[in-house]
């Protein structure tokens, strides 16, 4: 085996060791683990993902927190949970360092008017301009499970 050849194997092997994280996702192709329609929208994604590496996508805000609300997955098996930023959708955001705005002004693709955001001035100049309610993950999820938002 070359130096090169092994190389790779042992960088391929302590990459699979580290945490669990988001994966890119194949707009276009992808498909909601909730609502099933296609991810074709980057500022609406979000994932999650186990503690076996399992990552499931999803095509708004909403249908993970239906997804999360519906225990599809055991809170025991989640490690982490990914949105998207609305106003930057780039790498996604663990959910705890997110706020989501709530507003009727705001169309997703699953209608659940609710999108991810960092939390700062741009997102309270979004909601002063949409209106609505900035809210915390755990309020997203109580609202999914109560039938809003999905």
Request: aromatic share 6%; glycine share 10%.
């Amino acid at each position: 085996m070359t130096r090169r050849v092994a190389g790779a194997l042992l960088l391929a092997l302590v990459a699979g060791c580290g945490e669990p994280g988001p994966t890119p996702i194949a707009y276009g192709t992808a498909e909601c683990d909730h609502c099933h329609m296609t991810l074709t929208d980057p500022p609406f994604a979000a994932e999650l993902v186990t503690v076996r590496r399992k990552v499931y996508v999803f095509d708004d805000p909403g249908c993970l927190a239906a997804f999360v609300a519906e225990g599809t997955v055991a809170s025991a098996e989640v490690h982490s949970l990914w949105v998207s930023d609305f106003l930057d959708p780039g790498p996604l955001l663990p959910v705890e360092q997110a706020t989501f705005l709530r507003s009727d002004s705001v169309r997703t693709p699953m209608n659940t008017h609710v999108v991810a955001l960092r939390p700062g001035p741009r997102a309270d100049s979004l909601r002063a301009a949409w209106g609505g309610a900035l809210l915390a993950w755990p309020e997203v999820v109580a609202q999914a499970g109560r039938g809003h938002g999905s």
